[in-house]
């Protein structure tokens, strides 16, 4: 049964930084492409980035190109999604997610087998 948990949300004011994390257990890490997506109050979940199975190739969104980096460490089994000049619209839930083994970065939400429980990211103006 693969488990994801994330961790490192909260409340930040705008400029500022945060730094999510997703741990994963249940079955080989290194193999599988990670994404994170979010969803704010009233619209669609979103893809925001994801990384290759290797960590070798990464896409993110026009949105948060340039201010998001996205990374993994297979050792721990965890992927980061470091957030940097956050603007008040990216507050939404955060969700990390498990693809499929072998596979490069990955956009679309139905490609991805295995989801967490989702992290709050407030940015406040």
């Known amino acids: 049964q693969v488990q994801l948990v994330e961790s490192g949300g909260g409340l930040v004011q705008a400029g500022g930084s945060l730094r999510l994390s997703c741990a994963a257990s249940?079955?080989?890490?290194?193999?599988?492409?990670m994404g994170w997506f979010r969803q704010a109050p009233g619209k669609e979940r979103e893809f925001v980035a994801a990384i290759s199975w290797s960590g070798g190739s990464t896409d993110y969104a026009d949105s948060v190109k340039g201010r998001f980096t996205i990374s993994r460490d297979n050792a721990k089994k965890t992927v980061y999604l470091q957030m940097n000049s956050l603007k008040p619209e990216d507050t939404a839930v955060y969700y990390c997610?498990?693809?499929?083994?072998?596979?490069?970065?990955?956009?679309?939400?139905?490609?991805?087998?295995?989801w967490g429980q989702g992290t709050q990211v407030t940015v406040s103006s």
């Open positions: 249940g079955r080989t890490f290194s193999i599988y492409g």
């Open positions: 997610a498990q693809g499929r083994p072998f596979t490069n970065p990955a956009r679309v939400a139905g490609t991805y087998d295995y």
